[in-house]
């Protein structure tokens, strides 16, 4: 009987562990298309895999503890990018990456990386919708993209800056 007790509190205890995680994947599953995310590593942001995946994509989940970490598939050069970000470092990438986002993203500054706070319509990047991400490993690749969030179409997010990359809007934001 002490034993069937102990079984059933250990797994009581274990199974919300499992629910979050599951719910985590799912999240971060969100992010890309299935064609991607369904066969894709699954990490949380601090790192721990999830779930172990097949192909060379990375996905991660929102995090509702920390505003701007959205649901995100990534190839390895994102992530680069990404742990140079939050490091405030310069990435080290050397290939061309691609980040899906098609949950969406929290408003953010179009100039500013690490704004915190509106800084204007102008500049105040709303409405942001699905999206595709990619980055370059030479800004020289750049020159002559619109840096216009406002514009219809795809443009450089954070340009001057190490961490600029095309933003490509896949439907309407709203404008």
């Not at 990375?58 to 598939?73: K, Q, R, S, V, Y």
């Given at each position: 009987?002490?034993?069937?007790?102990?079984?059933?509190?250990?797994?009581g205890?274990?199974l919300?562990?499992?629910?979050?995680?599951?719910?985590?994947?799912e999240?971060?599953?969100?992010?890309?298309?299935?064609?991607?995310?369904n066969?894709?590593?699954?990490?949380?942001?601090?790192?721990?895999?999830?779930?172990?995946?097949?192909?060379?994509w990375?996905?991660?989940?929102?995090?509702?503890?920390t505003?701007?970490?959205?649901?995100?598939?990534?190839?390895?050069?994102?992530?680069n990018f990404l742990e140079?970000?939050?490091?405030?470092?310069?990435?080290?990438?050397?290939?061309?990456?691609?980040?899906y986002?098609l949950?969406?993203?929290t408003?953010?500054?179009n100039?500013?990386?690490?704004?915190?706070e509106?800084?204007?319509?102008?500049?105040?990047?709303?409405?942001?919708?699905?999206?595709?991400?990619?980055?370059?490993?030479?800004?020289?690749?750049l020159?002559?993209?619109?840096?216009?969030?406002?514009?219809g179409?795809?443009?450089?997010?954070?340009?001057?800056?190490?961490?600029?990359?095309?933003?490509?809007?896949?439907?309407?934001?709203?404008?």
């Amino acid at each position: 009987m002490k034993l069937q007790a102990v079984f059933f509190l250990a797994a009581g205890l274990a199974l919300p562990a499992v629910l979050v995680a599951q719910d985590q994947i799912e999240s971060a599953r969100s992010a890309g298309p299935a064609s991607v995310s369904n066969d894709a590593t699954i990490k949380a942001w601090d790192g721990t895999v999830l779930h172990e995946g097949s192909n060379d994509w990375t996905c991660m989940p929102d995090n509702a503890d920390t505003p701007g970490n959205d649901p995100l598939c990534m190839t390895a050069a994102w992530g680069n990018f990404l742990e140079a970000y939050v490091g405030r470092t310069e990435p080290s990438y050397e290939e061309i990456g691609f980040a899906y986002m098609l949950a969406g993203d929290t408003p953010v500054s179009n100039s500013d990386p690490f704004a915190t706070e509106p800084t204007g319509p102008e500049d105040w990047v709303t409405d942001m919708g699905p999206h595709v991400m990619v980055i370059v490993p030479d800004a020289s690749m750049l020159e002559g993209i619109s840096t216009d969030h406002l514009n219809g179409g795809p443009w450089i997010m954070w340009p001057d800056t190490p961490y600029a990359h095309i933003m490509i809007p896949l439907e309407s934001r709203g404008l």
